[in-house]
């Protein structure tokens, strides 16, 4: 009977709902990430994003972590109702070989206090070596299409890659395997960018499909800056205050990626010029704005630089003033 008892009691507490997420917890769309067979060596980073759905302000006061292997950041210490943020996170894999999982403990204090915990987690590998450990393409051109290789050496003889794959479709992945020198199996990981990658810095994941079932990911971090084919700097142009019929002026630099004429401006008129200097195909041109209000408000225009590259060919340059009333003597 006393047997019974308590199996009746358990099947009870196992038929309980778990417990709901605390209002901290639903802010986060993780609380966990794994990033599952790593060579030692690289240096992994993920972002658990956040969002504040509330009407009131959430503020981050702390961000620790269980263990030094891990460095934890807050993005923005408050977040505003209806904006996002992030905890950005680093784990050195040179501090650990094997399984790890780290706990990210963040506190918050607004609108009432809390705390969650974030996990972390990899399995360190040294029969795998990755070499350079990321994809770093840097800065590219809007429409190039260039490409980075990594080699990787697998020391565990039976162990070898099946297969390959980016979790974004902007990046196209090639494997092959190449003669190395005799220990394990070598091979040349080569990523190709598409030439429509937005522009933008980001960063995402190459991953090594492998026979191994201990570690049938292995992954490689990718980084690009993608910069526009025209760049305007600065992006805007602010004259503050300027009294109706007076002239004001400011320079813009306008660099392209290849030498380019600017063939027009659109959105010009007897209060907003812009002009260049000289008519030549060059891959940096010096913009003079002029402003020369007609009558007193705001000015806000936007001037559209027209020139001859065959995509991506125009430049909006915002321009804003002040025109204020002229002053009368006396």
């Known amino acids: 009977m006393y047997r019974f008892c308590l199996a009746a009691a358990a099947g009870v507490v196992l038929a309980l709902p778990a417990p709901a997420a605390t209002w901290a917890e639903g802010l986060f769309e993780k609380l966990s990430h794994d990033f599952g067979g790593v060579p030692v060596g690289p240096t992994l980073t993920h972002s658990y994003r956040l969002t504040n759905n509330s009407s009131a302000p959430v503020r981050i006061t702390s961000v620790r972590v ?21 905890v950005y996170a680093q784990m050195d894999t040179t501090r650990f070989v094997g399984a790890k999982t780290v706990t990210i403990y963040v506190t918050f204090d607004q609108p009432q206090w809390a705390e969650v915990r974030l996990s972390i987690s990899a399995f360190g590998r040294t029969d795998v070596q ?15 299409t260039p490409n980075r290789t990594t080699n990787v050496t697998l020391n565990n003889g039976s162990m070898q890659i099946t297969g390959v794959t980016a979790d974004s479709n902007y990046v ?23 030439p429509d990658t937005p522009v933008g810095k980001w960063y995402t994941d190459v991953w090594l499909l492998t026979s191994d079932q201990s570690a049938a ?21 602010a004259f503050g205050a300027v009294q109706v019929g007076a002239t004001a002026e400011k320079r ?9 004429k600017i063939t ?18 060059r891959p940096v041109h010096v913009l003079t704005v002029t402003v020369k209000p007609t009558a007193a408000g705001e000015l806000n225009r ?18 804003k003033a002040v025109a204020e009333a002229t002053k009368s003597g006396g």
């Open 66 to 86: 269980s263990c030094g292997c891990v460095t934890a950041t807050a993005l923005q210490g408050v977040i505003p109702p209806g904006q996002s943020s992030a």
């Open 130 to 144: 990755i070499g350079p450990s990321t994809l770093a393409f840097g800065a590219v051109a809007r429409g190039a």
């Open 172 to 194: 196209q992945i090639a494997a092959k395997e190449v003669q190395g020198n005799g220990y394990g199996r070598n091979y040349e990981i080569t990523a190709t960018l598409r």
């Open 217 to 237: 990911r292995l992954r490689v971090p990718l980084t690009v800056d993608v910069e526009p084919t025209l760049n305007l700097s600065p992006g805007s142009v």
């Open 252 to 260: 813009v630099i306008l660099r392209g990626a290849q030498p380019f």
């Open 264 to 281: 027009g401006f659109e959105g010009t008129d007897e209060s907003v010029s812009v002009k260049t200097q000289g008519d030549a195909a």
């Open 302 to 319: 936007t001037v559209k630089v027209q020139t001859d590259l065959p995509s991506d060919n125009v430049a909006e340059l915002p321009i």
